[in-house]
């Protein structure tokens, strides 16, 4: 079995104060499962976190039942239980990002929905399994606005996230590997990857040797302590001071 390192920490909410950290990990017998709830600004409809949470432990129960099957399907079908259960309707729910690592004897197989990557160490270097769409809609300008992003929201010119509409599955970016090729993975939210994306703190490979050396958590504080130098934005302008935080580490080999 491999080893697993999970680190959390709660954020603040866009008007500064502590709230519940809307990042859900969830561990099963040969699985990681990690969501980012997405901060939800309209007020007939329940919170990212909420959302999360329910999908995290319904994919959980699904890669717990069924640990071989296709992790699309699964997504698909934890979307649309979800959605069923709570009359979630779609493009007008709340929503969450998904990464899922699942492992057999032989292969490790990734999932990636909207952006919270994996990024997987060992013979073929550092890989990293990232969904840009997001990224690529802010550097052209057309996610300025919440009403640019809730149009934007699964869409095919726009981006795929998880909320109530199960066919988002299907546009989930993938990944698979020979098991004996892979060291280790890393599986994070965005409150994570900003110190490797935004910040250039530091790149994945010394993220991991952190990891390593101090813990999970040891990631975590690095890009916290990084924030509280810059509380006001002015370096990095962002809409939060610090957003909710997680990270797995799964070590297949002895480090």
Not at 22 to 42: K, P
Not at 61 to 80: H, K, N, R, S, Y
Not at 135 to 154: H, K
Not at 189 to 197: C, F, K, L, Q, R
């Amino acid at each position: 079995m491999p080893q697993i390192d999970i680190a959390e920490q709660a954020g603040v909410g866009v008007d500064g104060q502590p709230r519940p950290t809307e990042d859900f990990v969830v561990a099963t017998g040969n699985a990681v499962v990690l969501l980012d709830g997405a901060t939800e600004f309209r007020e007939d409809l329940p919170s990212g976190g909420w959302y999360a949470g329910r999908l995290a432990a319904r994919l959980g129960e699904g890669l717990t039942d069924a640990p071989d099957a296709d992790l699309g399907v699964l997504l698909a079908g934890a979307i649309a239980d979800v959605a069923a259960e709570h009359d979630l309707q779609p493009r007008h729910s709340p929503s969450s990002t998904v990464a899922i690592l699942r492992w057999t004897e032989e292969r490790v197989h990734a999932l990636v929905l909207a952006d919270s990557p994996v990024v997987a160490f060992g013979r073929r270097g550092t890989v990293v399994l990232a969904d840009q769409r997001i990224t690529r809609l802010r550097e052209r300008g057309l996610l300025r606005t919440r009403a640019d992003v809730n149009r934007m929201r699964n869409t095919e010119n726009g981006f795929w996230v998880a909320e109530a509409d199960p066919t988002a599955a299907e546009h989930a970016l993938r990944a698979d590997w020979p098991r004996r090729e892979i060291d280790t993975v890393l599986l994070a939210t965005d409150g994570v990857s900003v110190g490797i994306d935004d910040y250039a703190l530091f790149d994945w490979p010394h993220a991991l040797e952190l990891a390593r050396e101090h813990g999970a958590k040891a990631v975590l504080d690095a890009v916290r302590d990084a924030e509280q130098a810059d509380a006001d934005g002015t370096r990095w302008p962002r809409p939060k001071r610090h957003d909710d935080q997680a990270l797995a580490v799964i070590q297949f080999t002895p480090a």
